[in-house]
Antibody
Framework: QVHLQESGPGLVKPSETLSLICTVS??????????WSWTRQPPGGGLEWIGY???????YYNPSLESRATVSMDTSKTQFSLKLRSATSADTATYYC???????????????????WGQGTTVTVSS | DIQLTQSPSFLSASVGDRVTITCRAS??????LAWYQQKPGKAPRLLIY???TLQNGVPSRFSGSGSGTEFTLTISSLQPEDFATYYC???????FGQGTKLDIK
């Protein structure tokens, strides 16, 4: 069974880069049907999707975060990561990594949602 | 950008009640919609994808319907473990709805 685990600093200073890693165990990260995502949730707030990476190297981001976010993958370590530059207090949140399954039949995509999630890691941006 | 609006934002109900949560998209999204349940301090849990397909292991009292711009999540008979916050999400450009908090009346 696939398991995801987030890790990284719990405290980041304003203007610095927030960096998190998601370690994947129990399954490969190179399957073509899996997309690896980051989502965050501010204290008391709702969910905000950040972006995903595919083992092919393709990425896609929430337009509101695209200028500051980078999601990348290290297949040798079965990890993927999030870097969010120029952090502010608004980036204080619990960050979750997740796996989505997407298949393609002919020219049509079938989306199966984000079925596997990490437990989340809390990051506070403060001096 | 596509926006998802859930209603209601808060819902009080009793065990055994039938409840329905609505998610409206600002433009048509076919059936590219998922529903998630989240309990305090926990990661979201996928309930439904493709607007109406139940994820493995999810109780059959949960159901989803809709296509285009209007979608619903129905819980046919509330159980104590169903009191949580529910989110819809468009699953190919990824915005979430703002959430519906379901609590005990």
């Amino acid at each position: 069974q696939v398991h995801l685990q987030e890790s990284g600093p719990g405290l980041v200073k304003p203007s610095e880069t927030l960096s998190l890693i998601c370690t994947v165990s129990g399954g490969p990260v190179t399957s073509p049907v899996h997309y690896w995502s980051w989502t965050r949730q501010p204290p008391g707030g709702g969910l905000e999707w950040i972006g995903y990476v595919h083992s092919s190297g393709s990425t896609y981001y929430n337009p509101s975060l695209e200028s500051r976010a980078t999601v990348s993958m290290d297949t040798s370590k079965t990890q993927f990561s999030l870097k969010l530059r120029s952090a502010t207090s608004a980036d204080t949140a619990t960050y979750y990594c997740a796996r989505e399954t997407v298949t393609m039949v002919g020219t049509r995509y079938f989306y199966y949602g984000m079925a596997v999630w990490g437990q989340g890691t809390t990051v506070t941006v403060s001096s | 950008d596509i926006q998802l609006t859930q209603s209601p934002s808060f819902l009080s109900a009793s065990v055994g009640d039938r409840v329905t949560i609505t998610c409206r998209a600002s433009q048509g999204i076919s059936n590219y919609l998922a529903w998630y349940q989240q309990k305090p301090g926990k990661a979201p849990r996928l309930l439904i994808y493709g607007a109406s397909t139940l994820q493995n292991g999810v109780p059959s009292r949960f159901s989803g319907s809709g296509s285009g711009t209007e979608f619903t999540l129905t819980i046919s008979s509330l159980q104590p473990e169903d009191f949580a916050t529910y989110y819809c999400q468009q699953i190919n450009s990824y915005p979430f709805g703002q959430g519906t908090k379901l609590d005990i009346k």
